[in-house]
């Protein structure tokens, strides 16, 4: 945890921004995978994290502006826990690590959330993403599941807060950029022809794990760049492949890194390996050369989007002027995807509170194909933390249906289109920090060109 003077101050503000009402923070549960004692993982949620700093399952806290308390639900350790968790210190001296001096049973909040209905104080609550949270909503206010209306001023009050990184945050988000490099450094050196994708992934996670973090989302390593997020490990890498790896590292604290390679199962790119791999770098480079306060992302992903086509052009499949191609849509065939996100507690930063208002400052996001996978297209800010990962991606089925639709004939060359249905996909990434007079790196590089890639090979 921070000081808990951190976490006092960060409820101030949001209480200042808020006004008035009661704010319902829902906390997380263990969760049994296949029985109730065998649990995955237990992660807290974000915002609880933000705001109290609380590792633990088995809590939820309310913020009531308007009678001036701050209060955490949860029950003390019983002696048949200890036994099996070990001796921790009470829920009060938790409590008080964040700042927090009102502790209470937890079957004490519906009760407490029942009074303030009744007296007609508005209650606040996020967006939920776990069934859990629906019971709770509606035991405790009667929200009938699937009806939920989440509070908006309180999502933006959130969202206003934790998109401004501050120096605390950013050297923590740091730890975890270095090791995730270091996890992407290992694969670079571990990826050959007769080993399974797997074996890449176990090398990776090692690196996490022997620095005592978790991974900040499920290993993508896959000779089948082609599919986005594609988690399965199974395949035999072969000579000739190119492996996706896509990784990142979660600190103690739970702030998250998230970086993306391409490696080659030989030692070197093949020449039409390397011709694709050289316009996604090409592409990658020129969005992190336009990264600086006050510029729309959405500027940013049309010119990375822009130099892929201005590459495939020069090798054949586009035809055509190449940013017209963008803003007709055609790009989406080789980038159906964003270009970056927001990034902190979450890899994808708050990503339930909503992009609408996360990545687009509550402005509406466009519904096109491709660019509505865009999840972050407003003005940058100093203090944001976000990715870049432009990728060039060959998808077969996407090939096939646009070609019996005739679609974008006019800017893509299905006949050469069509020789690289075998191709797969290339994608890199990195994390950065926007700054007062453009954006700075976090974590260590990693290579990208494709001769540094070899050397390590």
Known sequence: MFAKETYIARRAKLKQTIGSGLLLFLGNDE?????????????????????????????SAIIDIDNNREIIFGDELTIDAIVWMGTQPTLKEKSEAAGITEVRPFNEIEAYLKNAQQKGQPVHYLPTYRAEHQIKLFQWLGVVPGAEKPSVPFIMGVVNQRNYKSEEEIAEIEKACIVTADMHLAAMRTVRPGIRECEVAAAVAEVAYANNYELSFPIIATINGQTLHNHDHSNMIKSGDMLLLDAGAETEMGYAGDMSSTIPADSKFTTRQREIYDIQVASHEAAVAALRPGVPFVDVYELSCKVIMEGLKDLGFVKGDPMEAVKAGAHAMFMPCGLGHMMGLDVHDMENLGEVYVGYDGQPKSTEFGRKSLRLGRKLEPGFVLTIEPGVYFIPELMDLWRSQNKFTEFINYEKLFTYKDFSGIRNEEDYLITENGARLLGKKIPIHAEDVEALR
């Open 31 to 59: 969760s049994g995978m296949n029985y109730a004692d065998n649990t995955y993982h237990f992660r807290q949620d974000s915002t609880f994290l933000y705001f109290f700093g609380l590792p633990y399952a088995g809590l």
